[in-house]
């Protein structure tokens, strides 16, 4: 078991993905199907962002601007919902770029508090 800062690391994952291409993570963790899509959009933007979008049981979550090839990440673990036992649940995403290929480091974290 990994925790960071009172977050269990429930999944964890590094993916290679060429820029534009949409990525599918499924899993269950404990009986909880789900999905995720990520796709990085190096050209759509004037600045790094990032915009997750829920439909159903899966989170689309679009990174735009993301093209640093000293790497891009979250500030901090961002707050994606609520387990169904009342803890928190939240994603954590580094990524680094060379030419149209990004390597992406993907946690899902469990509990917590979140800024």
């Given at each position: 078991m990994?925790?960071?800062?009172?977050?269990?690391?429930?999944?964890?994952?590094?993916?290679?993905?060429a820029?534009?291409?949409?990525?599918?993570?499924?899993n269950v963790?404990?009986?909880?199907?789900y999905?995720?899509?990520?796709v990085?959009?190096p050209?759509?933007?004037?600045?790094?962002?990032y915009?997750f979008?829920?439909t159903g049981?899966?989170?689309?979550?679009?990174?735009?601007?993301?093209?640093?090839?000293l790497?891009?990440?979250?500030i901090?673990?961002v707050k994606?919902?609520?387990?169904?036992?009342?803890?928190?649940?939240?994603?954590?995403?580094?990524?680094?770029k060379?030419?149209n290929?990004?390597?992406?480091d993907?946690q899902?974290?469990?509990?917590?508090?979140?800024?």
């Amino acid at each position: 078991m990994i925790v960071i800062d009172n977050k269990e690391v429930v999944f964890s994952t590094t993916i290679i993905v060429a820029d534009d291409v949409e990525v599918e993570i499924s899993n269950v963790l404990a009986n909880w199907p789900y999905q995720f899509r990520l796709v990085f959009k190096p050209n759509d933007g004037i600045s790094p962002n990032y915009i997750f979008t829920p439909t159903g049981n899966v989170l689309k979550m679009e990174f735009k601007c993301w093209n640093n090839s000293l790497g891009s990440s979250l500030i901090n673990p961002v707050k994606i919902g609520t387990y169904h036992d009342g803890r928190n649940l939240g994603v954590m995403v580094f990524q680094h770029k060379a030419g149209n290929m990004n390597r992406v480091d993907f946690q899902i974290l469990l509990g917590g508090i979140y800024a």
